[in-house]
């Protein structure tokens, strides 16, 4: 049997963010949380391959206890159990100190792992380094934004684009793999599937005592990079706004922005040619 | 005038050659991608507050040719390991090489293009030299304390966070092809080149990734991500051929044209067209934005455009929100006007 380990993230679902609308900022105590949308790809990939392989997925994620919820989600698309890292010690860890926790974790909990899959990025942060650092930490191979994966005993094919090179790739299993966004478009998670994963309680919580690991090299004390400040940028922007006639507005636009159109363009534009026209 | 010496990778620096700016020559994509010519640019602005020298490192085979042009655009020394073996990139052992060589000339900075290579080579580089990084920066300073203050960016653009790495070196920092302006080439400028041995075979990593193929695939939509004008559009122009509009449009304007999903999925355009999370990034100077409502998923690919004009009849939707000029109007009807109107404009 196969053993897969997938990687999740809970964000905030930030299409329904709710933003102050006086300052331009977010609310984010007030958001919703959701798997990580790259995350959800990378387990929709572990899915397929589940398909057609004999395997078992655990997923696992970091973060507060509210994240179990997409641990729930994940069991309901599919996955066979989670683990859920929780300790507010881990609070405020940087990719480097996350990858490291991930890696003690699936060391002591999964040591028989075969494949890990990780998301390729994430939509808070959008940093896209705890895969690489992850497999650096494991000393395992390690393939980024992979879009198609063929097994075949123990080599895994895969196929990507970076850099507009399109590249066929092999390793030999165990290894980690993050998922890009263009392929294994997620499903959609069965109603039942939720409850039934409710029932089947199949979620370890595990702190840092737990696993084992020193509290000093975990969170945001551990971490080497510091956050100064976070703020939404502030545009210079007016944000006019037009109402009325369509040709009043068009001319409008030409009268009040036809510089910046004709130098976009690389063209020159003529001026005031609406005025010609109505004499 | 421009100097070249050979060191064995054992040779320890010199004080001079420690406390750096390092920017990694990232060379693949050269003539389409010049985000290691603009690195150097900002790592000189950088260099002088800190007093620090710009350097580039390269790894490869046959690059005399890049090592030049990082003279000529600003680096000051270039060490460069060309070796037949390293011919083609590959993430395993350009990490290895690179951590190896900072891991000894403890830059103080190391600055490396958010390129699809770069954003899986640095985190790793990262990782063994167990240091900070952030991802995709959008500004790089300097502050008075003389460390690295990086603006990187969350939620889609949505926000910028600033961070510093205070305790460990080298300060790392990925930043986003176009964030920088190059320095013009100079062939007068000088610099000194050091080429750096490659270690024994036996220190080399064995590669567990193979690569069966690579194929460059220049991609014709490519153009979408560099286009000065961008005609997007979106479920509010109606029907396929209401779309149709757009594509005369941006030929106006010498664009390209970009869509949202729901216009992809109903085939009123190509996949190759879609703008957002699960499409392309885009950075016009120029936008127009035609019916759309601005999910996060297309905003967030959109933010970095200059300018944004959005036509939607509902004032309060999202895109209407973010847009520079936001036009209460069918959107359809707006641009036939704005076509008609361009077409008088631009005769003879
Ligand atoms: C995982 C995931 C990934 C996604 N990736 C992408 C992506 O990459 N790109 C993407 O675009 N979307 C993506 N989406 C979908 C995204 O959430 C939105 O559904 C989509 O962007 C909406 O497209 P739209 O604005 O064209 O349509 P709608 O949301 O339906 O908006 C249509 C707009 O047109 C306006 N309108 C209607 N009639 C007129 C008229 N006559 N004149 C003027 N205005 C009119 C309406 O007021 C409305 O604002 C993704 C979603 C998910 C869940």
Redo the contacts between chains.
Sequence with gaps: MLKLVVCIKQV?M??E?PWNSKTGT?RREMAEGMIN?ACKHALESALVLKQEHNCHITVITMGPPMAEEVLYEAIAMGADCGILLTDPRMAGA???IT?RTLAATIETRCPDFDLILCGCHT????????G??L???MN??????IEHMELNGRTL?MKR????????????LP?LVTIN??TYIPRYVPLDGLQNAFEKQDIKLIDADELGIDPKTIGMKA???????????VEE???????GA??K???R??DE?GD??S?????D???H??DEEQT | MTTTRSKPDTDMPSSKEKNNIWVFGDYRNYFRNRVTLQLISRARELAEKTGAKVCAVVFGHDLDEYVNEYIAHGAQIVYVMDDPSLKSYNVESYVHLMADLAGKYMPDILLIGATSFGREFAPRVAKRLSTGLTADCVGLEINDEKLLVQTAPAFGGNLLAKIITPNHKPQMATVRPGTFTEQPHDDTCTGEIVRVLLPESDNMPKNRIRVISSEYQPQRDKKLEDAAVVVCGGRGMGSKKKFKKLFDLARLTDGETGATRPVVYARWAGHETLVGQAGKNIRPQILFSFGISGAIQHTAAVNDSDFIIAVNKNPNAAMMKIADVAIVADANQFCSALIRELRKRLRD
């Design positions: 905030p930030v299409s963010l977010l949308p940087d990719t480097l990858s939509s808070d942060s959008e940093t896209g380094q705890v690489p650092q497999a650096e930490n395992i191979a390690g393939a980024a934004y094919r684009v970076v850099d507009e090179f399109l590249e066929t790739l092999e390793m030999d290894g966004t263009r971490s080497p990079t510091r956050i100064l400040d976070v703020y939404s940028p922007k007016k944000n006019v706004v037009m109402k369509v040709k507005m068009v001319d636009l030409f922005y910046r159109i130098a976009a363009i690389g063209k534009l003529k001026t040619d609406h």
